[in-house]
């Protein structure tokens, strides 16, 4: 059965990343056999200029019929000063909760031939293989009340909910579990919960699901200590499991350690698998149609989709191998780029993947 995925280029540096990501994908059904239908839509910034909503009703409904999607990265300055409802990230924010994309996979690897980008000393982070999930579509984010209003002194406040259900927790502490039965059988739940409730009920729940996985060893941190226990010896972690804010600060700080969030890819998963897929990074509106962006997250989130949703398992290896051989034979875009490399723009760092995938 053909595969159905659709493409939202989004904003900023988005249609270049995309663009090579899809020369990715076009050789991957001419030269391998892969069987799929791709579609583009608009979604962020270019949604709100075209139809004054940034998820218009006709891409919330091409999402829902298809198979997995493809994001580049929504927002940029021109629309910051829109109001609330109206702004690109709303509409990242909709897509997520409108299909239930409550599983959000962040992994932090290092690539041997990268060793010397991250900040951090080399033998800290050589070998850096770690999966965050974030819980994606609970927490802060969506917790109501919110909003920013006026007293009776005639002050104005702003103000969120933090609130997890138990349904929420569980299935995303089993996500969790199952991925670490994959991985190094470790999973650190991070939460704070010695000042907030709602991360105590967390760690509460995380602690009884636990016990349907004996093969898996489960700790607990809090999440000040995990920012910091990351930076000096981020190795101790396999899967790490945590809310949407905390996931949303950590995932940045853990692709740091890789030395580029230019590399990281994501994968945001509903409970039958379908899913969105974007690199962790931004879109970039200073360095955008410069042909200087990194398309490799993209491209390894490409990867991902074809493992985590469409089950071509086989079709990602060579993907994620294309990308290890391109980066191995020293082609680097600028924000990875080292004296002895040999400096690449957008396009061309697409083509290398071509070429490497073979055939
Ligand atoms: C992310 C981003 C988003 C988030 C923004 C753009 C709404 O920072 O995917 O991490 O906060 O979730
Ligand atoms: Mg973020």
């Not at 059988?185 to 105590?200: G, I, P, Q, Y």
């Amino acid at each position: 059965m053909s595969h159905k995925i659709l493409l939202l280029a989004g904003d900023g540096i988005g249609p270049e990343i995309v663009g090579a990501a899809t020369g990715v994908l076009d050789a991957l059904r001419t030269r391998f056999g892969l069987d799929a239908e791709v579609e583009n839509a608009l979604m962020g910034g270019c949604a709100v200029d075209a139809t004054g909503d940034p998820l218009p009703e006709a891409t919330l409904a091409l999402a829902r019929a298809s198979d997995a999607i493809l994001l580049g990265a929504v927002g940029g300055p021109k629309w910051d000063a829109i109001e609330r409802d109206r702004r690109p990230e709303r509409g990242l924010l909709r897509l997520r909760s409108g299909l239930d994309l409550f599983c959000n996979l962040r992994p932090a690897m290092l690539y041997p031939a990268l060793a010397a980008a991250s900040t951090l000393r080399p033998e800290v982070v050589e070998g850096l293989d770690l999966m965050i999930i974030r819980e994606l579509t609970g927490d802060i984010y969506f917790g109501k009340p919110r909003g920013i209003e006026t007293n009776a002194q005639g002050e104005r406040f702003g103000y969120n909910t933090m609130i997890y259900t138990e349904r929420e927790i569980r299935r995303i502490a089993h996500s969790a579990f199952r991925a670490a039965l994959l991985r190094g059988r470790k999973v650190c739940s991070v939460d704070k919960a010695n000042v907030l409730e709602a991360t105590e009920f967390w760690r509460e729940i995380v602690t009884d699901v636990a016990r349907e996985y004996p093969d898996v060893t489960l700790t607990h941190m809090y999440v000040d200590n995990a920012a910091m226990q990351l930076v000096r010896a981020p190795k101790q972690f396999d899967v790490m499991v945590t809310g949407n804010i905390f996931g949303d600060i950590l995932s940045d700080l853990a692709s740091m350690l890789t030395g580029s969030i230019g590399m990281l890819p994501s994968a945001s998963l509903n409970a039958d698998n379908k899913g969105m897929f974007e690199p962790i990074h931004g879109s970039a509106p200073d360095i955008a149609g410069r042909d200087v962006a990194n398309p490799l997250a993209t491209i390894l989130s490409l990867a991902m989709m074809l493992r985590y949703s469409l089950g071509e398992a086989a079709q990602a290896e060579r993907v994620e191998q294309a990308v290890s051989r391109v980066l191995a034979d020293g082609y680097r875009t600028a924000d990875i780029h080292a004296p002895g490399t040999q400096l690449v723009g957008t396009r061309e760092m697409g083509s290398k993947v071509v070429a490497a995938l073979g055939g």
